[in-house]
Each structure stands twice: as C-alpha cells, then as structure tokens.
C-alpha cells in the first residue's frame, strides 16, 4: 500500500463520498490500515500533535544559570577581586558561581523531565482500528487514512471524514462558534459548504456529546483545522499562585537586603575596613541573602512530587492543583465505581410473567457489550452485569444478535434515562417470545430508570411499586425492561413514538458493593475537616443504603432527589447545602449547581465526574477529579486531577499529599529564609557592637552553596507529619508565612547571628587567631541543626527518628564533612582562609551549634502545649 496523499493536496474532503475518501487516502473504511503502513505514514507525517513551546535543551538550562542579575554581580565581583590584586578569592568566587549553576542545571533539569513524564502520562488517546481489530493509542500516533471509532464523550483526535454515524453529535463552538450540538451524517455535501456546515466531517479538539460513529483520519497535527490556529499561538507553562506570591516577595526582599549591604559597606568603610573587602563582603551577603532560586524550588517540589502522587494512582493535570488539596473542605464523589466497586452483579431478578426466557432475551439484547479481536466481552459495568447474567441462563449475545440483528437504536442518555434498540425478526421461524405473532416486523427492546420507563408501560403488575421500593431498600440499582412489536420503523426514529405503548417485561437488581478501603476513606475526611457527599444518578433507597454503610450518612445529614433539587430556589438550596450528604436521581448539570452553591458559602470542592456532561461542574470546581478508567476524554480535558483507578481512597491519598507538598515548600521556606536571616544578622550587627566584619565574602558564598543546595532540597522527601488529615483545611489565599513562620524566621534568625557573634567575641578575648574559622563553622553547623530540627512543626526530632528521612541525614552528613575539609585539607586553608580548629575550639563550636537545634526543639514544645503561634 502506497503512502497516502498529503491531506492538503485534497482539502475539500467533504465532498467527497466514504468510498471516494477511502480510496484518496488509500485506507479501507472497514479495516482501517495496516500496521506497517500506519508506521511508514507516521515517519511521513510526524506524529498527531499540536506546536508547543520549544523546551530549552540541556545547554541552554546550563547557560540559563548564569543569566541571574545576582549571579552576574558576583562575576563583576570575582572580577574586581582579581583587578584588587586577590587571585586566589577571585578564582574561589568563580568555583562556587560554577557549583552554584552545576546544582541549579540538575534541579531544573529534573524539574523539566518530570513535567515532560506528567505530560506524556497525560496524554489523550484513540480509539482505531488497524488490520481489523480494535486498538487504544495514543492519539499521537494517528496517521491519514487512519479508521478512528468516536463514542460520547471522546475529544475527537483528529480532523475525520465520518464513514458511519448512530445518532452522533459534536460541540463544535470552540472551532465554529455554534452553540448547539451539530448532528452528523455520512452524506457527501457540496463542495463549497462552510466549515460550520460541514456535517460529515468531525475536527479535531471538538467534542462528542452524544451518539457513536466512525471517521477515516484526513488531517493530523498542525494540518487540522485547530492545527492551523495553534499554529499562531504560542506560550509557556503559567506560574503557580504560590509561585507568583513567592517571586513578588523575593523581588520585596532584594530591595530591603540591599538597603542592608549599602549600610553594611558604609559602616565598614567609616570604621577603616578596606573598601574591596567591604564591598565584596556585601556583594556576597546580598547573593547570599535573597533567596533568588525560591520559585524555581516551588516548581521542582511540585512537580516531583506531582510525580510520586501517580504512583499512588493520580495524576495531577495542572500544578495549581497541587496547592488547593490542601484546601478542599468537601469532596462530592460519584458512587458507581468510586466508591464502589465497580463490579456490578444482578443480585436479584423479578418479573411478573412466566416466560423468563423473554427478560433474558431483553437483557442480552438490548446491551451495548462488544467483543475484542481476542473474543472477550468489554463494555461498562452495568452491560457486563446484565450479559452476564443473561448467559447463565442460555441467552447468547452474539447467536441472539445473528438471530435478531440490530438495525436501529436511540443510545441511552442523561435526560431520558432510557436506551432503546430496534431488532428485525425473520421472515420465517421466529424464535419463541411472548406475543410475538407471524414471522417478519420489528422487535423493541427498551429498558432504563424504573421512574422513567414505567408511566410508558400501557399496565404494570399491581405490586411492582412495591418490589421496586424493596429492591432499592436493599441497596439494589434497579432497572426496569419492557417491549413493544412494530410492523414498520418510523423514518425518523423518535424516542416519544418508538418508547411508547410498552409492555412492563420486569426489574434486574444490581448491586455493586463499596469498595473494602472506601469506608476508612471517608473516616479519614472526616478526621481532616473535610465533608464527603455522594453523587449518584441511583434510586435514593440505593444511595442511602450504600451512603450509611460507609459512614457518609449519619443521623443529621439529608438525602436530596434531583427532581427535588430542582424545586429549590437559589436561597433556600444555599441554605441546605450544608446539611446535604446524598445527591440521589441527580443529573449531571446539576452538579454545577451543587459546585456553586457550596463555593457561594466559602467552601472549596473537588467535584468527581466522568462523562461530558460532567465538563462545566468538573471546570467550576476547586479541584475538578476526572475518572482515569472510565471517565470520557472531555472530562479529563476538564478536570485538574484524573484518578487513574477511579478510587474515592485514591482522592483522599492526594490530599494528604498535596498536603505534603506544601508543608514541604513551607519547611523549605523556613529553613532558607532563616539561614539567610541568620547571615545578615551575624554580618550586620558586627560593626555596631565594635567587632570586625566576621567573615570573608568567600566564607559567605561557601555556606550558601553547601547549606542551601542539598539539605534544602531534601525537605522534599520529609514524609507525611503525624496527623497531617487531623487538622482543618488551609485556606487557599492563606499566606506561605502564616501561623507563626515570620516570627520563627526573625527570632531563630536573630538566635543564630547572636549565637555566632559570641563565638567572635569570646574567641577574639581569648586570643584565638581561629575566631574567622570558629564563626564560619558555627554559623554552617547551626544550620544544619535548624534544618533536622524544623522537619516537623510539632513532633520532636527525636520521636520522628533521624531515619525516617534519610536524603536528609545524608546531606546533613555531606555537609558537615565538606565544612571539616574547608578547616582540615591543607589544600582548601588558603582558599578559605582557614586553619585547623585545636579540639577544644571545635568541641565549643559543636555545642554552640547545637543551641539552635535545642531552640527550635523549645519552641515546637511550646506549640504543642498552646503556649506560643496560637493561630495554629
């Protein structure tokens, strides 16, 4: 098979007939291609995708390093170093400029492939068919002459010449701006139809609101129609809200650091210090000192701990999301398959006649299961439920659908509730069924919701109220079936004509028991301050009898119907929101509804959904949960974070994570904001209370690049702290600095420049020529002690266990050996401008690094007695 034409040499695909298309684009409309020639076509016409911002490679992260104005003030001061006649420090300045970049090229670099991995997980997929059989890809991989299957719900993949349609709509408004779902057909149209009009046709990036159909692949990537206006955009990944508040406050910051050098290099200079030393001294404190690379470690920690979320099955979507779990206050969940488990069985039949063979023959008819190339049944869990138990008792799918072939159907949908199929009978030798007459004719096979199909039936068994209301006590789904015989089908099928004038068949009970870890689940929101609402489209004896079990349901909380919703005003739902904890017979466009008045009341929700009615309640939501294996390509299109098992357990997991994550930032914020506290303090009262400049610009630069590179970045992986879901939500626009940090970052920082400043003193009486050295390693220690102590903002270092973060310890080691080298190598004495410490000296050094670690032990004590930051 020849490689197929360019699409743009043939645009007006439109008008042309499926056969016509086919043979242009040398596919089959039936098998679709080969796999060999879809490989040689992808090689052709690159893969299905839209432009992206160009990623910087390696060497442009590696040179971006050295782009920051405070990086570029330190090479101007190596420079001016080298001119004053200082080689020796020029070169070192130099060596740690280059270290510094060396660290902040692997952080970034990590950063950008974890991102990269988020994005391919991420990544929307197709339904095609190749060499006959039905295959899920990566909707990357689709190449012209492709034969793509649509079902409702997907995010068509590319631009298509439809072959074949069953009631398929698209919404097309992001493309054409037509509000309304366009109903599609397979008819050739003229040639010089407009692209709104353009029926048989399906573009890529639209949606299917309803229906099922097929399309050959005539365009991929920047080919397609939306291809051709991504083609003028372009952009690049937006900023976290943290992000944001974080940059302003490092831009806040650098001007008050360099007010304090400015002072500290006058005062210097007025007391006879050397004017290079003094400005170098600044020029490295205010490097030092603003926290330039705080953003950046924002996006690392979130994206890498984005990464280890999938592991525990959820994939977070956007970043932002990664900040507001910490805030959710309530979580309104589906019930099928996310708190339960999915598995449908029929637990119980009922039927008012005697010829069970008839029910059986509906419950295998009238099911939309399919069978794949390797001859197993696939389909949802309510149809797989239903053949199921319609093959136990000797009711075939596949030899029924030979016998009584489907010719026509209306899919079931969220407003009526119902799924209708139409079957010929043969001409001659029927098989048996009740009422079924001479051979030839149609047969009518409806079932759906009992509330919806029952006022269609023409009479019902006096007691079928009552069985239902039994059924769905039970905690049973409950389906109703009924049928009808036709002579003719209408032209035009129609749900008010063909679901008319039933006969009542019976009720299948199905039951889908909760899932073993949901009920812990729900008692762990509970415990974080975070309230759990079931959302189900089931009977409300169902939902209530599911909702008890778990503990969703207790004594005060209220079960709604969506036909009582409805009758609500705005007032009084917002009044009873609160109180609700079971939205039962709900349509999904009234989960928007749910969403906006719990937000009205302050609340912020996470909304779970699946299907693309789900979209506007997934988008308004806080934090919008598609369903990874069920869900439709439009809700994760919609949603913020996609539950790759489609477990309630698994939403939970993300929130005590993304709990995590911003406890982490804030550790991470605590300890360099108060490292580098700790430094301007140290320098910047020195000369006021009549003692030298206590340490050389080089020293300044050594202890921000050993202390704030590794044992900063380990916070990351500080696990989970003791009860982290038995606190309250945060508030979203609740301040990085809350409950108690900026006073932590001024009184330990204050700590720790008097704790260096003794050192200098008591040294300097005692006539030590070590005191530089004894104030350089104080100040490093100290901040290794502050960095073990503040792992947690309540428990003791020691209840946590100096193993239970091992990255950490490890830096922590590296370290305090890096800065035994800078004071013991002979080598490192005249770069550094140090001397061994006699034992005595560094034995007072240790103790009196340790005075910040026991300090900030003191103040978690206070913490957890209600003594100090009380607004905890």
């Not at 009084?572 to 008045?597: H, M, S, T, W």
Request: charged share 20%; aromatic share 6%.
């Amino acid at each position: 098979m020849a490689p197929a034409p360019d699409p743009g040499e043939t645009p007006l695909w439109h008008g042309s007939s499926v056969e016509a298309t086919a043979e242009a684009l040398q596919s089959d409309s039936r098998r679709g291609l080969t796999s060999a020639e879809a490989a040689r076509r992808l090689r052709r016409h690159g893969p299905n995708r839209l432009p992206e911002p160009v990623r910087r490679g390696p060497w442009r992260l590696l040179l971006g390093q050295f782009s920051d104005f405070m990086i570029l003030v330190l090479i101007a001061a190596a420079v001016v170093s080298g001119l004053a006649g200082e080689p020796v420090d020029a070169l070192a300045i130099l060596v740690i400029v280059l270290l510094n970049a060396l660290i902040g090229f692997v952080q970034e670099y990590r950063a950008e492939r974890a991102m990269a991995a988020l994005k391919r997980m991420a990544a929307p997929q197709a339904s095609v068919i190749r060499d006959g059989r039905d295959l899920v890809l990566d909707a990357s991989e689709l190449v012209p002459g492709d034969l793509v299957r649509l079902e409702a719900g997907n995010v068509v993949p590319a631009d298509l010449r439809l072959s074949e349609v069953a009631a398929l709509r698209c919404e097309e408004a992001a493309l054409t701006g037509e509000s309304h779902p366009v109903d599609k057909s397979s008819a050739a149209l003229p040639g010089a139809a407009a692209l709104a009009e353009r029926a048989n046709m399906a573009y890529k990036g639209t949606q299917v609101s309803h229906g099922r159909g097929l399309g050959l692949v005539v365009a991929t990537g920047t080919a397609t129609e939306l291809g051709r206006i991504a083609a003028l955009l372009s952009g690049g990944e937006p900023l976290t809200p943290l992000q944001k508040r974080l940059a302003d406050f490092g831009r806040r910051l650098a001007w008050g650091v360099l007010g304090l050098c400015a002072m500290l290099f006058a005062a210097g200079v007025a007391r006879g210090g050397d004017i290079t030393l003094m400005f170098l001294t600044a020029v490295s404190l205010a490097v030092a000192a603003i926290p330039e690379a705080l953003p950046a470690v924002v996006t690392i920690s979130l994206a890498l701990g984005a990464r280890r979320m999938v592991r525990q099955q959820a994939l977070i979507r956007r970043l932002p999301a990664v900040e507001t779990l910490g805030s959710v206050t309530y979580i309104c969940a589906d019930k099928t398959g996310t708190l339960t488990q999915n598995r449908m069985q029929v637990a119980r039949t009922w039927r008012p006649a005697a010829d069970a063979e008839s029910f059986y023959r509906a419950l295998a008819l009238n099911n939309d299961c399919r069978f794949g190339a390797d001859g197993r049944v696939q389909g949802d869990a309510t149809e797989l439920a239903l053949y199921q138990a319609a093959l136990a008792q000797g009711q075939d799918k596949r030899r029924l659908d030979h016998d009584l072939p489907r010719v026509a159907e209306l899919p079931f949908d969220a407003v009526r509730k119902r799924m209708s199929t139409a079957h010929r009978f043969p001409q001659t030798n029927p098989p048996p069924l009740a009422g079924e007459g001479e051979g030839g004719g149609f047969l009518v096979l409806v079932k759906g919701a009992p509330e919806t199909l029952l006022p269609l039936c023409r009479s019902l068994p006096t007691d079928a109220q009552a069985v239902l209301e039994e059924m769905a006590a039970a905690g049973l789904r409950v389906m109703a079936f009924a049928w009808r015989r036709l002579e003719t089908l209408p032209a035009a099928l129609d749900a008010v004509e063909l679901e008319r004038d039933l006969d009542f068949l019976g009720f299948a009970g199905l039951q889908d028991p909760p899932r073993p870890e949901a009920r812990q689940a729900v008692l762990d929101c509970r415990s974080a301050g975070i309230t759990p609402v079931m959302i189900t489209g089931d009977h409300p004896a169902t939902a209530q009898a599911i909702a008890r079990e778990l503990g969703i349901l207790d004594g005060d909380g209220e079960v709604i119907t969506g036909p009582e919703l409805a009758r609500l005003d705005a007032a009084e739902f917002e009044r009873r929101v609160a109180d609700i904890r079971v939205y039962a017979r709900v349509d999904p466009e009234q989960k928007l509804r749910i969403v906006q008045a719990l937000q009205e009341r302050g609340e912020f929700v996470a909304m779970t959904g699946d299907g693309v009615n789900d979209a506007p309640a997934l988008k308004a939501a806080d934090i919008g949960v598609a369903m990874g294996r069920i869900g439709t390509d439009v809700a994760r299109e919609a949603a913020s974070l996609v539950l790759l098992d489609d477990n309630f357990a698994t939403i939970v997991a993300a929130v005590k994570q993304g709990r995590r994550i911003y406890d982490n930032i804030r550790k991470f914020v605590k300890y360099t904001m108060t490292s580098n506290s700790g430094e301007i303090w140290t320098l910047f009262l020195a000369p006021f209370i009549g003692l030298p400049i206590p340490l050389l610009p080089i020293h300044i630069l050594w202890i921000n690049l050993v202390t704030d590179g590794l044992p900063g970045l380990a916070l990351a992986a500080e696990p989970a702290e003791r009860g982290i879901m038995r606190r309250p939500p945060r508030h979203p626009k609740e301040s990085i600095f809350a409950h108690g940090l900026w006073l932590h970052i001024l009184w330990v920082g204050l700590l720790m420049g008097g704790v260096c400043l003794f050192t200098q003193a008591w040294a300097i009486a005692h006539g030590s020529p070590n005191w530089q050295a004894m104030v350089f390693t104080v100040l490093t220690l100290s901040q290794m002690g502050h960095v073990l102590a503040i792992r947690s903002e309540r428990d003791s270092f020691f209840r946590q266990g100096p193993l239970s973060n091992r990255p950490l310890l490890a830096a922590v080691l590296l370290t305090f050996a890096l800065q035994m080298a800078a004071l013991y190598l002979p080598v490192l004495n005249p770069i550094f401008k140090t001397a061994p410490l006699s034992a005595a000296e560094l034995g007072f050094c240790l103790v009196l690094s340790s005075v910040l670690f026991f300090g900030v032990e003191l103040e978690k004590w206070g913490i957890r007695r209600g003594w100090v930051y009380r607004d905890r």
